[in-house]
């Protein structure tokens, strides 16, 4: 199993910036990658960023050129990255974790709110 913690929401006017961290933990964790989700009330969880074959990074079209997505295998933690931040990135922010070898997700964090204000 692996376990996952995130931290880094809150509040922040329109323009700012956040970082939230997930740590990874479990005796397996070298065998996922892990990825940022989001879902906002009433929508469906959606996926921010995360690794994709090739060692490139996927960014939903609206967070591109405002989030970075990076992570420290040493400490097995990943990070969010978010910049010039908008109401519409008003969500809970949860970590996902997928086996390298797979597409689904199959760990979650308890999730960070992130709330945006205009």
């Known amino acids: 199993q692996v376990q996952l913690v995130e931290s880094g929401g809150g509040l922040v006017q329109a323009g700012g910036s956040l970082r939230l961290s997930c740590a990874a933990s479990?005796?397996?964790?070298?065998?996922?990658?892990m990825g940022w989700f989001r879902q906002a009330p009433g929508k469906q969880r959606e996926l921010v960023a995360g690794?994709?074959?090739?060692?490139?990074?996927y960014y939903a079209d609206s967070v591109k050129g405002r989030f970075t997505f990076s992570g420290d295998n040493v400490k097995a933690t990943v990070y969010l990255q978010m910049n010039n931040l908008e109401p519409e990135d008003t969500a809970v922010y949860y970590c996902?974790?997928?086996?390298?070898?797979?597409?689904?997700?199959?760990?979650w964090g308890q999730g960070t709110q992130v709330t945006v204000s205009s």
């Open positions: 996902g974790a997928r086996r390298v070898d797979r597409s689904e997700y199959t760990y």
């Open positions: 690794p994709i074959r090739g060692g490139s990074t």
């Open positions: 479990g005796r397996t964790v070298s065998l996922y990658h």
